[in-house]
């Protein structure tokens, strides 16, 4: 899911007319902005990657540029923000944002960007969706300010406002997939799920080997249609086009658990794993699936496979209760005097990290 921080700078030629056009090479723009600018070219040639070269508007030769330690216009200030923003250094981002627009009062780049510097780097939604008004009044076709104000509202859970902003966007630009996929998930948050599968299949549409719409596609599927082989068939596509979507792993393990195809939901839960060594939920519902197999084979190795998972749980979470209490009884289950003391103190602790759960159990079994 892209940001929008740039994006039209570049491919609107009325916002920023001609000002980045001195046609320096890739290795004097590096030398220029060093890392920053790395991450500004890789932004731009996302975009067209024939006007990668043309960004800044003289032809600076040294690094320590002028617009820099001295900057004068607009377009300094721009810049000076972006890095900064690519930083994370948020108020230095606004306050040169601020001095871009104090020079350039119809500068909508700057108050698109410094829009998302307020959402994503201060969570101030109000100041935020104050900037794309002011970017749609001065430029009332500037499409991405249209999508960065329907994540807004889609962060603050406003869904039907998100889907009008995305319904906006692509109406001026019908193949912005970012905004057919966010307008699914704001649709499928209000439970309208066959809405939220026809806008994923727009942005795959415009764009075959999008991951994340076939991810999200399949979680409709899963939680709205009930529908698991078609959730499944995402999951898949999802997985190709990003064999590292460790959420598509994850949640193909919890379809082929919940219809009791444990073997097969502990591959998908370790492919998650895989990718996201530290992956609790993944180690967690592994466990689960394990002790199942044990419980139907009375094989005791997968009681001790199912531990193991559930130790990775309370290393990564020490709070965790669950699998605290999952352990003590596998220990139970296995048997034997020094196995159920062990999981009796498991048990215990679930209590003293207050698992009502495990409170209960105490009463009912110790204290007769």
Request: proline share 3%.
């Amino acid at each position: 899911m892209e940001n929008y921080l740039i994006k039209n700078l570049f491919i609107n030629p009325d916002i920023k007319n001609s000002t980045f056009n001195s046609g320096l090479t890739k290795e004097e723009l590096d030398l220029i902005l060093e890392e920053h600018f790395e991450r500004l070219l890789t932004e731009i040639k996302k975009v067209q990657p024939q006007e990668a070269p043309e960004i800044l508007k003289r032809g600076v030769r040294t690094a320590e540029a002028e617009w820099i330690t001295n900057p004068k216009t607009a377009d300094d200030f721009f810049l000076i923000a972006y890095s900064a923003q690519m930083d994370k250094k948020y108020d230095k981002a606004l306050e040169y944002y601020q001095k871009t627009v104090a020079l350039d009062h119809y500068d909508t780049a700057s108050y698109n960007n410094m829009g998302n510097t307020y959402f994503e780097g201060k969570r101030d939604y109000n100041k935020a969706i104050e900037c794309f008004i002011k970017v749609i009044k001065i430029n009332p076709n500037y499409e991405a300010a249209y999508y960065n104000m329907g994540r807004v509202f889609q962060e603050v859970r406003d869904y039907n406002k998100a889907i009008e902003c995305f319904k906006k966007t692509i109406k001026i630009k019908p193949d912005f997939v970012d905004a057919y996929n966010n307008m699914g998930i704001s649709y499928a948050n209000i439970k309208e799920y066959d809405m939220a599968i026809k806008c994923y299949e727009m942005a795959i549409r415009y764009k075959p080997d999008f991951a994340e719409a076939y991810y999200n596609m399949g979680l409709d599927y899963k939680q709205g249609k009930r529908d698991y082989n078609k959730a499944i068939e995402c999951y898949n596509k999802a997985i190709l086009y990003m064999p590292n979507h460790v959420d598509a792993h994850f949640n193909k393990g919890c379809i082929y658990s919940e219809i009791k195809r444990y073997e097969e939901a502990v591959k998908c839960y370790e492919m998650a794993i895989q990718y996201k060594p530290d992956e609790i939920k993944a180690y967690f519902n592994m466990g689960y699936a394990l002790e199942e197999l044990g419980f139907a084979s009375d094989k005791k190795e997968f009681y001790f496979q199912a531990i193991k998972c559930y130790e990775k749980v309370v290393k990564y979470q020490p709070d965790f209760v669950g699998a605290y209490m999952n352990m003590g009884l596998i220990y139970i289950q296995i048997g034997g005097n020094i196995n159920i003391k062990q999981g009796i103190d498991y048990i215990k602790l679930a209590s003293d990290l207050g698992s009502e759960e495990a409170k209960e159990w105490l009463k009912r079994n110790l204290h007769r």
